[in-house]
């Protein structure tokens, strides 16, 4: 009898954890953000458009644009702005929110996943689409700005897929991984360069919805 439980143990299939399909969510993409620790000095309207200004007139090599410059940081000055403070607070700000928006997670590398999303197509072999990036929001970085790297997945699909319409969600399985990386691509509206936290090579997709009859 013993003999025959383990025969029958022998038998059935082993499937390790990375065989195992998870339905991904995009929010376990955006790993848990640091605490920002820059201090903004507070400006009003005026000023903070006075800061804009300055920023603007730094590009400008020319002697005037340069006379402008000193002009309304002096002004500032009056005002109790240290204006060359206040961009370097702005830029660490921004260079932090960015790292944050870039950071992904490494949790479901190798991975079998299932996730939904909407599709923009950058590559195409006749009218399928073979490479294209998967975002959680329809349209995003198309007419407006794209998401953060960590909610962009690029995906490869070499048997193409038909798009009927970029507002229609799909559900896409394949194996994951994460991977950033900042790629010029083509959209529908031009050049772009965009950075991207994850790549998949699916292996289904589907409609989301099931078609209409």
Partial sequence: MKKIIFLLVLCIPFYSMSDELIELKWQ???????????????????????????????????????????????????????????????????????????????????????????????EFDGLKTTEFLLVPVAGACIHMPPPPANQIVRVSYPEGFTVQNVQYPVWIEGDFHSKKVTEEVFLVDGQSNITMGYEMNASLIEDYYEPES
């Fill in 28 to 122: 376990e993409l955006a790993i848990k953000q640091t605490e920002v620790n820059v201090r903004l000095p507070e400006l009003t309207d005026q000023q903070k458009l006075t800061l804009k200004q300055i920023l603007i007139l730094q590009n400008d090599a020319t002697a005037k644009a340069e006379e402008q410059r000193l002009e309304l940081m002096n002004q500032l000055k009056k005002e109790g702005v240290n204006a060359t403070e206040a961009i370097a607070a702005r830029q660490a700000y921004m260079t932090a929110k960015q790292k944050n928006a870039e950071a992904i997670t490494q949790e479901y590398d190798g991975k079998k996943v299932r996730m939904p999303g909407f599709i923009v197509p950058i």
